[in-house]
Nanobody, 114 residues
Framework: VQLQASGGGLVQPGGSLRLSCAAS????????MGWYRQAPGKQRELVAL???????NYGDSVKGRFSISRDNDKNTVYLQMATLEPEDTAVYYC?????????WGQGTQVTVSS
């Protein structure tokens, strides 16, 4: 299983970014997919989840600003981030749970700064 995250970068406060997580070796529509993030000196925290049935869940700090979605044909999960704040600066990781095993991608850096 491989999870290839991309789309990170430097963005100004109030800006937007879309992260992508291309999966291979598993079928995302049959898996629990999620995004997590880890800022320097902090624990990794949940950003967003999407279940195999399409139900979504978000961390409190991103509700109303971030949206998780998936494209089953491309076997890719997305994280649309809007109204970004400096506090959103972190390495963002894609994760998948499939047949009770958890897989992690390599992470992509998001920096929100003017």
């Amino acid at each position: 299983v491989q999870l290839q995250a991309s789309g990170g970068g430097l963005v100004q406060p109030g800006g937007s970014l879309r992260l992508s997580c291309a999966a291979s070796g598993l079928i995302i529509s049959n898996s629990l997919m999620g995004w997590y993030r880890q800022a320097p000196g902090k624990q990794r925290e949940l950003v967003a989840l999407i279940t195999s049935g399409g139900t979504t869940n978000y961390g409190d700090s991103v509700k109303g600003r971030f949206s998780i979605s998936r494209d089953n044909d491309k076997n890719t999960v997305y994280l649309q981030m809007a109204t970004l704040e400096p506090e959103d600066t972190a390495v963002y990781y894609c994760a998948a749970v499939s047949f009770l095993k958890t897989y992690w991608g390599q992470g992509t850096q998001v920096t929100v700064s003017s």
